[in-house]
């Protein structure tokens, strides 16, 4: 069968070009994207229309836009549009380059005590700022925290969120939803709860795993699990202050209504010290959101749709100019492109002076012992593990950009599967190609050349 490559073409959606992918989900994929009329780096999350009418999820997605359209903070991922084609629905969010908080903590096993404090006050001032425009997560956890250049919180990901009007007569949710780890106790009985008093559980959990570098609710077996987070069993390890477990304690108390508020937190004297809240927007009460846009990405009518466009590109890796290389790098420090990264997270990037084509041949033949099928597509890789892992076969998408005549960055990110199952890949696979893998001048390495 012949056919032209899709890699010999750029893709555009209205005013954007569409890039490498940085995630994906159970809808879609998230891509990297540029406005062609303002050069502004955004992320596209691409869902399928189809799968969201096959699982009865329109109005669940409805409503994660107006969730978006009525939060507008520092702290949480900003949504500036929403487009869709025939086929597919397109948002199109604020672009957050440092990574999750989650491969901060895989990293660094825990955090100090101040650096934890300052992401959870962060993450208050925003869960706080989402609660008072009647928004509730529901899916607090820290693969839903990222962290933009400058090492500031972002909160993302409001597709589990729940407004006051999904709400029964009694004034509560009952829709049981969120990560097993991180739900609260009333949440797992079924007999309705406080969405404020269930997001702040959350946060809590979060603020001790940042401590703590592990979960204070953790068991193989779901039941007993759930059990230990019903009685609230859990213990503190050595080096967390009085003042922190004082907090915790208060926060972590499975009945939600001796659970500490929001408004009591701020008065802490633990999350009081060194705080420095941040100019935030004033809610305007029982404001008119337009849900017209929101509406119409479902319509038919064509004069609401955007259309996908293929523009020829050559045949060659893509070449990454000197600011997309930094975005891609975390903010101004390049370092980090040109040596051997040991960080495990959803990502990894290396640099090679080897030609292109040689680095394909090379990670085609190293994935194989691995375990891993491999799918080419020119200068785009994706080895698909073999065998099952705990969530489903591993998927690491590839792709090699051209930094400079001579110079080529190969970036690997997980595609699917489990984000530890994606490390030890990375690990492994960085070690079996250190022969190609350049360094900078003068960098010790543990090899030699």
């Not at 370092?335 to 040991?342: A, D, I, N, R, T």
């Amino acid at each position: 069968m012949s056919g032209k490559s899709s890699s010999e073409f750029r893709t555009r959606v209205g005013k954007y070009e569409l890039g490498h992918v940085l995630g994906e989900g159970n809808f879609g994929k998230v891509k990297h994207a540029k406005d062609t009329e303002t050069g502004r780096n955004v992320a596209i999350k691409i869902l399928n229309k189809e799968k969201i009418f096959k699982d009865r999820m329109v109005e669940q997605i409805k409503r994660e836009i107006s969730t978006m359209k009525l939060v507008k903070h520092p702290n949480v991922v900003q949504l500036y549009e929403v487009m869709a084609s025939k086929t597919k629905i397109y948002f199109v969010l604020e672009y957050v380059t440092g990574g999750e908080l989650f491969s901060k903590i895989y990293r660094q096993g825990k955090m100090q005590e101040d650096g934890a404090r300052k992401y959870f006050q962060q993450l208050v001032g925003a869960v706080d700022y989402c609660h008072s425009r009647g928004v509730f997560h529901r899916d607090l956890k820290p693969e839903n925290l990222l962290l933009d250049a400058n090492g500031n919180l972002k909160v993302t990901d409001f597709g589990l969120s729940a407004v006051p009007q999904q709400c029964r007569e009694d004034g509560l949710l009952h829709t049981t939803c969120g990560t097993p780890n991180y739900v609260a106790p009333e949440v797992i009985v079924d007999k309705g709860y406080d969405g404020a008093k269930a997001d702040l559980w959350s946060c809590g959990v979060i603020l001790f795993i940042l401590m703590a570098g592990y979960m204070p609710f953790e068991d193989k077996n779901l039941i007993k699990l759930y059990r230990k987070i019903y009685k609230g069993q859990y213990t503190y390890p050595s080096w967390f202050s009085s003042g922190a477990k004082r907090l915790i304690s208060r926060i972590l108390t499975p009945n939600p209504k001796h659970r500490i508020t929001i408004a009591e937190i701020y008065q802490d004297s633990w999350f009081k010290k060194g705080y420095k809240p941040k100019k935030q927007p004033v809610p305007v009460l029982n404001q008119e959101i337009s849900v017209n846009d929101v509406d119409a990405i479902f319509s038919d009518s064509n004069e609401c749709l955007v259309t996908e466009h293929k523009e020829r590109k050559n045949s060659k890796p893509t070449l990454l100019n000197a600011f997309e290389l930094i975005s891609l790098n975390k903010g101004l420090n390049l370092s980090g492109l040109f040596s051997k990264q040991e960080e495990p997270k959803q990502e990894s990037r290396f640099t090679s002076k080897r030609p292109a084509s040689e680095i394909v041949s090379k990670m085609e033949e190293t994935a194989k012992p691995l375990g891993f099928n491999v799918q080419k597509r020119d200068f785009k890789i994706k080895f698909q593990g073999a065998e099952k892992g705990r969530k489903g076969h591993l998927s690491i998408a590839t792709e090699i950009f051209e930094v400079a005549p001579t110079l080529f960055m190969v970036e690997m990110h997980k595609d699917g599967g489990d984000t530890l199952e994606a490390c030890k890949f990375y690990k492994d696979f960085s070690t079996a190609l250190k022969d190609i893998v350049w360094t900078s001048e003068g960098e010790v390495t543990e090899s030699s050349t």
